[in-house]
């Protein structure tokens, strides 16, 4: 999922979002499935904005891969939606992963002392052995 | 927490290594500097290099690449993680939460180490700075584990600081990329950074009497990470990688046994060994 963007300034949403993108999520997270005319009518109701705007912040989101575009019927009855691809929560979590590491690649070797280094090598027969361990410590 | 006699042989053969291969560069620099030729008109530096790369044999010049190589990569990694201190700097100084900041600087109490907690929801605990030394940890680390378990990540960084290990890290960094053609001198570095990382899980154990809070962490942490599929590749199966977090697993098992870590292999033995020939044939044969 391409977000490129990060505000460490800003609170919520806006800090992975533009202040349009932000508000086209929160309202497709809301109601899970719109369409460009639903999303127009809700952000208009709030503050004017042109439909065109709405439609080209959508796409991009679309193409950034934060939503998913369903499309169905044909003809005069083609109707397209949009899905999130993920929950907010999860979007949330996972951004916010991929900001940290980022920040610990970037500052790798200047903080060489992460507590949690090279966690992609870890070895699984050794992660069971240090949980029967401790079970083990918590019997005790 | 005492280094055992293994690291302090390492860590003597690496600071003996690393001091020997600068006396003999510095020997072979000498040496070119002195057979300079006047070169009138011509600033100093351009005549220098100008004679380093054109006025000698081949496998001279092959060794004046090796020391010029050396150089440069000192000095950009030394610049690159002083912009990054920078970019640290103010990334901290945004996401900072005095109050709880302040708390944890009491409950540590840490002979003016200041905890910084930092408003973040991921998992970020860190030793940083080089000489004004820091503890970080994010509000994510804070909410997820018990105090008990947060106050062993603390007491593992807080050795890092004591140690100055950032510091220590960030210069034997520069020289074992600047001397990439002896690897032995990577793998020292390396197996340095090992110990650094069971030494400050030790202190935490020995400081809070049980290494059960640290091991929860740690398998937390471990257990997060490998159950998120975008991180592994599908079907891919890992085997025992000579990494801090193996070793450091291993030692939160079996607490009192010896760990047996390799230093270095073979390969990098011989290239280690042809590459200080290959100094010591210039130091000999034209130097003195």
């Keep these: 999922m391409g977000i490129k963007r990060f505000n460490v300034k800003e609170e919520g949403l806006q800090r992975f979002f533009g202040p349009l993108e932000a508000r086209v999520m929160k309202a497709i997270w809301e109601h899970q499935q719109l369409t460009i005319k639903q999303v127009h009518e809700l952000l208009d109701d709030q503050a004017p904005i042109s439909l065109n705007a709405v439609m080209t912040v959508m796409l991009r989101l679309t193409d950034k891969g934060i939503l998913r575009k369903e499309t169905t019927g044909g003809g005069r009855n083609r109707v397209s939606f949009f899905f999130p691809v993920q929950s907010e929560e999860q979007f949330i979590v996972e951004q916010t992963r991929v900001v940290t590491e980022g920040l610990m690649e970037d500052f790798g070797p200047l903080i060489v002392n992460h507590f949690i280094d090279q966690l992609d090598s870890a070895d699984p027969e050794l992660i069971k052995k240090l949980e029967s361990r401790i079970n083990e410590l918590k019997k005790q | ?288």
């Design chain 2, 1 to 288: 927490m005492t280094m055992p006699p293994k690291l302090r042989w390492a860590l003597g053969l690496n600071v003996g290594l690393v001091s020997w291969i600068l006396v003999q560069m510095g020997v072979r620099v000498r040496h070119q500097l002195s057979e300079l030729p006047e070169a009138a008109g011509e600033p100093g530096i351009w005549a220098t290099l100008r004679s380093f790369f054109t006025q000698h044999p081949v496998m001279e010049q092959v060794y004046n690449v090796a020391i010029l190589y050396c150089v440069v990569m000192v000095f950009v990694h030394l610049g690159t993680q002083g912009r990054q201190q920078v970019k640290l700097l103010r990334y901290l100084s945004l996401t900072r939460d005095e109050r709880s900041s302040a708390r944890w600087t009491e409950r540590l109490d840490a002979d003016g180490i200041p905890v910084i907690v930092i408003r973040e929801q991921a998992f970020v605990a860190m030793a940083c700075g080089f000489f004004k030394r820091r503890i970080v940890i994010s509000t994510g680390a804070l909410h997820r584990f018990s105090e008990e378990e947060v106050l062993a990540v603390l007491y593992h960084e807080l050795y890092h600081c004591r140690a100055y290990h950032p510091l220590q890290t960030v210069v034997g960094t520069a020289i074992s990329r600047g001397m990439a053609f002896i690897p032995l001198v990577r793998d020292l570095s390396r197996y340095y950074e090992i110990w650094m990382e069971l030494l400050a899980d030790r202190y935490a154990m020995k400081r809070l009497n049980s290494e059960r809070p640290l091991a929860t962490v740690l398998l937390a942490l471990v257990q997060g990470y490998v159950k998120q599929p975008y991180q592994r590749e599908l079907g891919s199966v890992s085997h025992f990688a000579e990494t801090a977090v193996n070793y450091r697993m291993e030692q939160l098992i079996h607490r009192h046994t010896e760990l047996n870590i390799q230093v270095t292999n073979r390969r990098n033995l011989l290239i280690s060994s042809l590459g200080l020939l290959f100094m010591m044939v210039f130091l000999l044969g034209y130097c003195i």
